[in-house]
């Protein structure tokens, strides 16, 4: 039986369906530049960041980040052609409001001790300031041997209670 989520997903889709006449796309994005951000269900980033279907790719996670990120960043610099990263962090984001221990001490209470031992040694990498994280992760991309210095990669804050994103400088 469907969820109400599932059934959402399939209407939704169908009415999609209806209208599509994108098909032909590349494969490559067409602006050749990838978009880092977070999972937030606030952030609508075609929106909130001007991308048009084909133009950028999108890697969204928890925080936006550039560790967690990186996999997807090499394949779409190595084998799609990107040359340029955005990294967007944002105002109000759950990572900014717990440390390592607490996401920790919340699997083990909730899941018991196997989900515990298996997440003991995992960095869920939350931050305590928004802006050095944003420098971090750039710091992070620029040092990687990875990612080629020929990438122009910029960080930014994006604010969602105006919609404004603001370059980290």
């Not at 269900?41 to 925080?63: K, S």
């Not at 996401?103 to 928004?130: I, T």
Request: some cysteine; charged content about 25%.
């Amino acid at each position: 039986m469907a969820t109400p989520v599932q059934e959402n997903l399939v209407a939704k889709n169908k009415a999609y369906v209806d209208s599509f006449d994108q098909g032909s796309l590349a494969l490559p994005p067409a602006k050749k530049y990838l978009v880092v951000t977070c999972m937030d269900a606030r952030i609508d980033p075609a929106a909130a960041y001007g991308i048009a279907l084909g133009d950028a790719h999108v890697i969204r996670n928890a925080g936006g980040n550039a560790k967690d990120a990186l996999r997807s960043i090499i394949i779409s610099e190595q084998l799609l052609g990107t040359t340029e990263v955005l990294l967007v962090k944002h105002t109000g984001c759950g990572m900014l409001t717990f440390k390592n221990e607490d996401a920790r001490a919340v699997v083990e209470k909730n899941l018991g001790s196997d989900a515990a031992a298996e997440v003991k040694d995992l960095d869920f990498q939350p931050f305590p300031e928004l802006e050095s994280a944003v420098k971090s992760d750039i710091d992070f991309l620029r040092s990687s041997k990875a990612v080629p210095d020929s990438i122009t990669i910029s960080g930014w804050i994006y604010d969602v209670t105006t919609g404004k994103v603001n370059p980290v400088k």
